[in-house]
Nanobody
Framework: QVQLVESGGGLVQTGGSLRLSCAAS????????MGWFRQAPGKEREFVAA????????YYAASVKGRFTISRDNAKNTVYLEMNSLKPEDTAVYYC?????????????????WGQGTQVTVSS
């Protein structure tokens, strides 16, 4: 059973940076497309970024494009989310997710496996 474990969240000031990691167990990580989502209190879970199996193709939500970078290291079974120029509105629990079909998806219901989430708080 593949599992996803996020790490790297924390408290940061406006304009700061954080790097989230999502480590996957199992041998089939490289066959999955991966995505990052976030959920703020009282709001629905929203798409942040996704990338293809090889990492060659990426897609970002408009709200984070130019500030966040998604990447993966298939040798380490890990996907990353580099977050720069953070804003208070980026405050949320961040989740990584795997799409077993290997497709870049922006809708949460298309993803097959989720991590437990990591809290990111940006202070003003």
């Amino acid at each position: 059973q593949v599992q996803l474990v996020e790490s790297g969240g924390g408290l940061v000031q406006t304009g700061g940076s954080l790097r989230l990691s999502c480590a996957a167990s199992g041998r089939t990580f490289s066959s999955y497309a991966m995505g990052w989502f976030r959920q703020a209190p009282g709001k629905e879970r929203e798409f942040v970024a996704a990338l293809s199996r090889s990492g060659g193709n990426t897609y970002y939500a408009a709200s984070v494009k130019g500030r966040f970078t998604i990447s993966r290291d298939n040798a380490k079974n890990t996907v990353y989310l580099e977050m720069n120029s953070l804003k208070p509105e980026d405050t949320a629990v961040y989740y990584c997710a795997a799409d077993y079909q290997g497709r870049i998806e922006t809708m949460a219901y298309n993803y097959d496996l989720w991590g437990q989430g990591t809290q990111v708080t940006v202070s003003s």
